[in-house]
């Protein structure tokens, strides 16, 4: 019998429904070819139904998407909604009601793929950056007092309990371990001045990696000297390891060293719980509707899911299919210089991963 499973799209605002169908219709493609039934359930969370209907996300979004077995993301972000609202009130709200704690984002160059590094190549640039994805300063309480007086004051506190690092630093582990590359482990932050959220993490960094993970190489970098080593030696790293805002920042760092936004994808796991793949790039209103944006993003995105799920033959399809694709087809990642269409892109991938 076949193995089945129930997928949540969220295909949201600008570009995402466009490159979401893309990414479905490889999943079908791939689902037909390994003999998976995949059964799709769309929800329209994102800026037209808020416009429409003033509410952000219906009441049961969270509770309905945990059926699920894997939820697949475009993009939230509405030029007419003011920042922050949907971000907040959708993507944020379900990482953190999902308690999807982990944000993973793997950095891989592949063959064919432009890269602003100079001299370096698909050798050079792997690795994988483990994002705390439900703490720090994305939660911790803030506020601001007299606003618009000349005394206001604000703030935004970042917090981390000792179970929220742990449990990032064991998936991180775990996952450097299961990778099996140059199995080390680096962790990102700032010690020299965030001396209390900093001296927690890499307590614990060395105790659980002295304890329980002896196999694996124990790095540390700050924050800064990271963001420069990410352009001049990309090939020191294997995995990454850091707090929510530093990911945030970094990995858009990490995005454009592997081609840009058109190609970089991303996971909200929860490693008890459901996970949601998603595109890192934004919902490019400017390009929505023409047919030109790049769809590869997504469709990475729908591998990761299926890797997630522990259909590896069928993420492999999806892995290779893209690099076929960008060996014999695709000739620019930048939307409206692909040669091709957002959809003859699709259609491309879904044969070869159905091949
Ligand atoms: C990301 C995005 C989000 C974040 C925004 C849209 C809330 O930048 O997924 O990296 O800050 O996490
Ligand atoms: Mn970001």
Same mark, same amino acid.
């Given at each position: 019998?076949?193995?089945?499973? *129930?997928?949540?799209? $969220?295909?949201?605002?600008?570009?995402?429904?466009?490159?979401?169908?893309?990414?479905?219709?490889?999943?079908?493609?791939?689902?037909?070819?390994?003999?998976?039934?995949?059964?799709?359930?769309?929800?329209?969370?994102?800026?037209?139904?808020?416009?429409?209907?003033?509410?952000?996300?219906?009441?049961?979004?969270?509770?309905?998407?945990?059926?699920?077995?894997?939820?697949?993301?475009?993009?939230?972000?509405?030029?007419?909604?003011?920042?922050?609202?949907?971000?907040?009130?959708?993507?944020?709200?379900?990482?953190?009601?999902?308690?999807?704690?982990?944000?993973?984002?793997?950095?891989?160059?592949?063959? *064919?793929?432009?890269?602003?590094?100079?001299?370096?190549?698909?050798?050079?640039?792997?690795?994988?950056?483990?994002?705390?994805?439900?703490?720090?300063?994305?939660?911790?309480?803030?506020?601001?007092?007299?606003?618009?007086?000349?005394?206001?004051?604000?703030?935004?506190?970042?917090?981390?309990?000792?179970?929220?690092?742990?449990?990032?630093?064991?998936?991180?582990?775990?996952?450097?371990?299961?990778? *099996?590359?140059?199995?080390? $482990?680096?962790?990102?932050?700032?010690?020299?001045?965030?001396?209390?959220?900093?001296?927690?993490?890499?307590?614990?960094?060395?105790?659980?990696?002295?304890?329980?993970?002896?196999?694996?190489?124990?790095?540390?970098?700050?924050?800064?000297?990271?963001?420069?080593?990410?352009?001049?030696?990309?090939?020191?790293?294997?995995?990454?390891?850091?707090?929510?805002?530093?990911?945030?920042?970094?990995?858009?760092?990490?995005?454009?060293?592997?081609?840009?936004?058109?190609?970089?994808?991303?996971?909200?796991?929860?490693?008890?719980?459901?996970?949601?793949?998603?595109?890192?790039?934004?919902?490019?209103?400017?390009?929505?509707?023409?047919?030109?944006?790049?769809?590869?993003?997504?469709?990475?995105?729908?591998?990761?899911?299926?890797?997630?799920?522990?259909?590896?033959?069928?993420?492999?399809?999806?892995?290779?299919?893209?690099?076929?694709? $960008?060996?014999?087809?695709?000739?620019?990642?930048?939307?409206?210089?692909?040669?091709?269409?957002?959809?003859?892109?699709?259609?491309?991938?879904?044969?070869?991963?159905?091949?």
């Amino acid at each position: 019998m076949s193995k089945s499973y *129930n997928i949540a799209v $969220l295909p949201g605002d600008g570009t995402g429904p466009e490159v979401v169908a893309e990414g479905v219709k490889v999943l079908k493609a791939v689902a037909a070819a390994e003999n998976l039934s995949l059964d799709f359930t769309e929800y329209d969370f994102g800026g037209e139904r808020y416009l429409r209907t003033g509410e952000v996300i219906p009441e049961t979004a969270v509770s309905d998407l945990q059926k699920h077995d894997g939820i697949f993301l475009g993009a939230i972000g509405h030029p007419d909604v003011k920042p922050g609202i949907l971000e907040k009130g959708i993507l944020l709200k379900l990482r953190f009601e999902l308690d999807q704690y982990i944000n993973l984002r793997p950095i891989k160059l592949l063959p *064919n793929v432009e890269t602003p590094l100079k001299d370096k190549g698909p050798e050079e640039i792997d690795y994988v950056i483990v994002r705390e994805n439900t703490g720090g300063i994305y939660t911790g309480t803030g506020g601001i007092s007299q606003k618009g007086t000349e005394h206001e004051v604000a703030m935004q506190t970042m917090v981390y309990s000792r179970h929220q690092v742990e449990r990032c630093l064991r998936f991180a582990f775990e996952y450097t371990r299961k990778r *099996n590359k140059r199995k080390t $482990l680096g962790l990102v932050g700032k010690t020299n001045v965030l001396t209390y959220v900093f001296d927690l993490w890499e307590r614990v960094f060395h105790e659980l990696g002295e304890a329980e993970y002896p196999d694996i190489k124990r790095e540390y970098y700050h924050v800064d000297a990271a963001c420069m080593w990410m352009v001049k030696s990309p090939e020191w790293f294997d995995v990454l390891v850091t707090t929510n805002m530093f990911g945030d920042i970094i990995t858009d760092l990490g995005a454009i060293t592997q081609g840009g936004m058109g190609i970089a994808s991303g996971g909200n796991i929860n490693p008890e719980g459901v996970s949601m793949f998603e595109p890192i790039g934004g919902s490019a209103p400017k390009y929505t509707g023409q047919g030109i944006i790049n769809p590869l993003a997504a469709i990475g995105a729908a591998g990761m899911l299926l890797e997630n799920l522990g259909e590896d033959a069928a993420a492999k399809r999806v892995e290779n299919a893209v690099a076929k694709a $960008l060996q014999n087809d695709i000739q620019s990642l930048a939307a409206g210089k692909m040669g091709m269409s957002t959809s003859q892109v699709g259609d491309k991938i879904a044969e070869y991963a159905a091949s």
